[in-house]
């Protein structure tokens, strides 16, 4: 049987399902996701694309591509961020927090070497992106 989660933006005029199990799950502390988000980090949880669908509220959708591979979607009504579409790597991003029943487990720290906020849990913080989805692969020290 295949587990499913739903969630919502902020004001719960997109509703959103993901279904089977996230590719992985950490942080991102670039630039990017800091001043998106409107916090120090940003907790992501990776799905296939395909995992992905909006139930309601798709007219509701905005979109913002500001930097390559990343397009961000929110809801034009409250602002609220849902998700973010990779399509190089056929990845979304579904924001941690907007899947409230998703037991969250991290396992990895992105582009660390732009972190404001230093965590120590003993996660393995990659400078910017593992090798395999072209990064350098480098990990830097906690």
């Known amino acids: 049987m295949t587990t499913t989660h739903k969630g919502t ?8 399902e993901v279904s089977g199990t996230p590719v992985g799950m950490g942080y991102c502390h670039c630039t990017s996701c800091r001043v998106w988000s409107a916090g120090p980090v940003n907790a992501f949880s990776l799905w ?3 995992s992905v669908r909006i139930t309601k509220g798709q007219d509701l959708v905005g979109e913002y ?3 390559p591979n990343s397009k961000r979607q929110f809801c034009e009504n409250c602002g609220g961020h849902i998700m973010t579409d ?7 991003d579904v924001f941690a927090a907007a899947i409230p029943s998703l037991a969250f487990e991290p ?3 992105v582009n660390y070497a732009e972190t404001v906020l230093p965590m120590r849990d003993g996660l393995p913080k990659f400078k910017d992106f593992p ?3 072209g990064g350098s692969g480098e990990q830097v020290a906690e």
Request: hydrophobic content about 35%; aromatic content about 8%; proline content about 4%.
């Open 48 to 50: 296939k694309s395909g």
């Open 131 to 133: 090798a395999e989805i």
């Open 107 to 109: 396992s990895v720290h």
């Open 86 to 92: 990779h399509p190089e790597w056929g990845v979304t």
């Open 9 to 16: 933006c902020f004001c719960g005029s997109v509703e959103i």
């Open 65 to 67: 591509a500001g930097v």
